[in-house]
């Protein structure tokens, strides 16, 4: 990490604990408040409806959006819209957006760009890119665009009516080279396991049941695989992307065989945060990869030339 990062984290740590709290309380509260409205110009200008039905449904959010942001302004909030759109985003392709869901957060460009410019770095015509936890689909359609034809793009997403969205996705972009596959990844196969989410927060499906979850849960029963089952044919995969909202471990220890056929990874660590070892990241250092920062909470590992 550069010592500039820390330097900057170390200033606004210190200043922060020099404030009484009810005064940082309310500096967060204008602080996320302005992050709210001011990701809409953004928004407006890097996504747009495919019909005019569509765009004004992205108008129509947009100009709610100082009034819908006052919610509950402590805690984090999705641009959220407020009727369903199908949208464009440029470069990489279309997307039917529910309203009242975190489906529009999902999509914006700007959100992860460190992992798209990855994609788009490291995958060549004729690739295999795993996209596991693949949400709705902004990276398999990506990297389905990257590798091509002859390449192929390995989708897994665990809950049904996201892999429908999913699959519906990959129909919309007219994309020939991906496989869905409709499981949850663990260290066992064939396991029936509770899968719980809160209404509208899709990309924040999991397995692994943490009591300090509120809201209007619901839980759906799926199945597990392992990503060596999944991959038992493929000789090499230059990159697979993995977001399965904390069951990242249980699904690596799941892939000895493919651990040892692939190049990069890229993940989300939260290690670093809490200054302390993240399990991930030992088992991929064990593994012979060499873990970095891309930015935030986003990782890539890559294979040590020396493994």
């Not at 204008?30 to 992050?35: D, F, T």
């Not at 949850?184 to 509770?194: M, N, T, Y």
Request: hydrophobic content about 45%; glycine content about 6%.
């Amino acid at each position: 990490m550069a010592k500039k990062e820390i330097s900057v984290r170390f200033v606004r740590t210190t200043v922060k604990e020099m404030l009484p709290v009810p005064v940082r309380q309310v500096l967060k509260g204008v602080l996320n408040y302005a992050k709210r409205i001011l990701r809409w110009p953004i928004i407006l200008w890097q996504v747009r409806g495919v019909s005019r039905t569509d765009q004004i449904a992205l108008l129509i959010s947009a100009m709610a959006a100082p009034y819908c942001s006052l919610r509950n302004l402590l805690a984090w909030q999705d641009p959220i819209l407020l009727r369903n759109a199908t949208v464009v985003v440029p470069g990489v392709g279309q997307f039917s957006l529910r309203a009242h869901t975190d489906d529009l957060w999902h999509v914006l460009p700007w959100r992860e760009r460190s992992i798209a410019n990855t994609i788009r770095s490291t995958l060549h015509r004729g690739d295999v890119f795993i996209d596991a936890g693949a949400n709705i689909g902004i990276h398999t359609v990506l990297a389905s665009r990257v590798v091509g034809p002859s390449g192929r793009v390995i989708s897994i997403e665990m809950m049904p009516d996201t892999a429908d969205r999913l699959e519906a996705h990959v129909h919309m972009n007219e994309l020939q080279n991906v496989v869905i596959v409709r499981h949850a990844l663990s260290d066992r196969s064939g396991q029936v396991v509770r899968a719980t989410v809160q209404e509208g927060k899709h990309g924040q499906a999991t397995i692994v049941h943490d009591s300090g979850r509120s809201g209007n849960l619901r839980e759906v029963e799926v199945e597990t695989t392992t990503l060596d089952s999944i991959t038992s044919g493929i000789k090499h995969v230059p990159l697979m992307k993995i977001d399965v909202e904390g069951a990242e471990l249980m699904a690596l220890q799941g892939a000895p065989v493919l651990l040892r056929k692939l190049q990069s990874i890229v993940y989300e660590s939260w290690g670093w945060k809490r200054g302390d070892a993240e399990p991930v990241d030992e088992l991929l250092k064990a593994a012979g990869f060499l873990p970095r920062q891309l930015d935030g909470n986003n990782w890539i590992a890559v294979r040590s030339e020396l493994s």
